[in-house]
């Protein structure tokens, strides 16, 4: 007989076969918390976790707690090294910046986007991002705790007042809970404010982390480390050129995201049934009824639609940049070519950072079409110049579809280009395009 906390106790039990929120939603919390289950074993810190408690419970505008998030997430980050970007290393990321957005200038008439440079901590990167996570999370929160009321059968609501109000505090702890930790997790792998394909940060900010931008470097023992800042500066560079030449692409990325998190259809036909057949007075009863799937996500045909447009968009977005920053490095960074191939398949096959987004988010953001987008752009660029390249994004509707993809050098070839504006008609848009336009939804950074 072992008195080990989370030993198999004398009848054979696993370590958490005494949990008592085990099938409940609080499980993952508790778990997240570093008590029963997922390497926990043990009854955690009690004055530890009613702290947490009160701060994933507190008052707070919204589905979730975004200072609660913010604080799990720091906490997260902090159980590896964290250290504080030295004035060396912050000059560093400066100056790899500025010569980035020379070396784009010869590749795109798309003007820099740059308005500051930074580089951050993970720490840093969780603070400056989370505004743009709040508009991504919510949505799914907010759909969790609607599905949990759509669930309740009609009958029942007015008498389990009291369980629907205590069932959505706990999907927005829930929720707080997963994130916090999620953006601690995805800090430690992120190497950029635009890594994911996202613009996470504020406009015009180019950020690196140079922290995980060592720990990259490390890992391509045939490539100097000044390389590798250059090389992640210049993808960088030009993914905020991109955003800040493409006004309605921001907003474009970032609502469409949401805009499946808000739409997510919650399967609660188990709910309802569970629901029907609970005993109020029962405490192990009402455990039963919330255990497992209760806030399983089943994606609508519509959303399943949606999220092939934003893969498409998001790979149309990964493959420009990578055309343009392998044009700027064609001539000069010898050691250029393997980096793109390791940021190609680290992008492709869904690292911890997709990895995590798809666990915080409910969908994946590889963009699987990497390849075949690059190749469109060069190709292009080689028939038709930089301008029509770049004249593309005018309007989303102009943008190459799945099956352009599926042929990517013979976009706009012969008869099978867009007819929807007249040659005179694209260069107008065009130079309103690379000028700078007068009119758009999205703010432009200064420049």
């Known amino acids: 007989m072992s008195d080990t906390p989370g030993d198999s106790g004398p009848s054979g039990q696993g370590p ?31 004055n530890a976790l009613m702290a947490q408690m009160q701060g994933l419970f507190a008052p707070h505008d919204g589905p979730v707690n975004w200072e609660t998030v913010t604080d799990l997430a720091r906490r997260a980050a902090a159980q590896e090294p964290d250290p504080t970007v030295s004035a060396a290393q912050s000059g ?25 440079t930074a580089a951050w901590s993970r720490a840093e990167w969780i603070v400056e991002t989370i505004d743009v996570w709040k508009v991504l999370v919510e949505p799914i929160a907010g759909s969790a705790t609607a599905a949990l009321g759509q669930a309740m059968p009609e009958e029942m ?10 069932l959505g505090k706990a999907s927005g702890a829930m929720v707080a809970s997963q994130v916090g930790s999620g953006l601690g997790a995805l800090a430690g792998d992120v190497l950029s404010a635009s890594d994911i394909g996202l613009p996470l940060g504020p406009i015009g900010k180019a950020a690196l982390l140079p922290t995980n931008v060592d720990a990259f470097a490390a890992d391509l023992p045939d490539v100097t ?6 090389y992640l500066a210049l993808r960088e560079a ?42 109020m007075t029962n405490p192990e009863a009402m455990q039963d009824a ?16 949606a ?37 190609r398949r680290r992008r492709a096959a869904g690292g911890p950072a997709e990895q995590t987004f798809a666990t915080l988010v409910g969908l994946e953001l590889r963009p699987r079409r990497l390849r075949d987008a690059s190749t469109l752009w060069g190709s292009l660029r080689t028939r038709q110049g930089a301008e029509a390249r770049d004249g593309v994004w005018m309007s989303p509707h102009l943008l190459p579809s799945a099956a352009d993809l599926d042929d990517p050098l013979g976009f706009r ?5 867009p007819s929807e504006l007249s040659e005179e008609q694209f260069d107008a848009e065009l130079r309103d395009l690379l000028d700078g336009p007068g009119s758009g939804d999205s703010p432009r950074p200064a420049e």
């Open 16 to 46: 958490d076969d005494n949990n008592p929120f085990k099938g409940t939603p609080f499980e993952q919390i508790f778990s997240q918390m570093g008590g029963f289950g997922a390497g926990g074993g043990q009854m955690p810190d009690l």
């Open 92 to 116: 560093a990321v400066a100056d790899a910046v500025r010569l980035a957005d020379h070396w784009l200038d010869t590749t795109t008439e798309f003007p820099s986007g740059v308005t500051t």
């Open 157 to 166: 609501r007015q008498l389990a007042g009291p369980l629907m109000a205590m």
């Open 225 to 230: 480390a000044d390389d590798v800042l250059l």
């Open 238 to 279: 030009a993914h905020q050129r991109l955003f800040a030449g493409v006004p309605w692409l921001r907003d474009h990325l970032i609502g469409a995201v949401a805009e499946y998190g808000a739409g997510m259809d919650f399967d609660t036909s188990g709910m309802e049934s569970k629901l029907r057949d609970i005993d």
């Open 290 to 305: 919330l255990a497992g799937g209760l806030f399983d996500p089943e994606p609508s045909p519509a959303q399943k639609a």
């Open 307 to 343: 999220l092939e447009k934003l893969e498409i968009t998001l790979a149309l977005v990964e493959g420009w940049v990578d055309e343009v920053v392998s044009q700027a490095t064609a001539e000069r960074m010898p050691a250029a070519a393997k980096l793109q191939e390791t940021v």
């Open 413 to 417: 070839e012969g008869s099978d280009a």
